[in-house]
Nanobody, 123 residues
Framework: QVQPVESGGGLVQAGGSLRLSCTAS????????MSWFRQAPGEEREFVAG????????YYADSVKGRFTISRDNAKNTVCLQMNSLKPEDTAIYYC????????????????WGQGTQVTVSS
């Protein structure tokens, strides 16, 4: 079983940057597509960014395209989300998730989830 563990959240001013990390507890992430989702209070969980198991394909939500970058290092069993030019509307709990096969934007397709890390962007 793959158990993602997120870190790196916090409080930042608008325009600032944060880097989220996701490491694996248990089995390796190798072979799994990895994605970041987020959920704001009262909102549904939404896709943010995803990366294929090889790292060769990336996909971003329109709301973060050009500001966020997802990356992975399979040797270190780590997936990262670099978030720049943060906006107050980026405030949410961010989750790391894993699935076999290709990237999808639907949370229900992901089988392993971390506990989440809070990101708060002040105006």
């Amino acid at each position: 079983q793959v158990q993602p563990v997120e870190s790196g959240g916090g409080l930042v001013q608008a325009g600032g940057s944060l880097r989220l990390s996701c490491t694996a507890s248990g089995r390796t992430f190798s072979g799994y597509a990895m994605s970041w989702f987020r959920q704001a209070p009262g909102e549904e969980r939404e896709f943010v960014a995803g990366i294929s198991w090889s790292g060769g394909s990336e996909y971003y939500a329109d709301s973060v395209k050009g500001r966020f970058t997802i990356s992975r290092d399979n040797a270190k069993n780590t997936v990262c989300l670099q978030m720049n030019s943060l906006k107050p509307e980026d405030t949410a709990i961010y989750y790391c998730a894993a699935k076999l096969g290709s990237i999808t934007i639907y949370p229900g397709n992901y089988i392993y989830w971390g506990q989440g890390t809070q990101v708060t962007v002040s105006s």
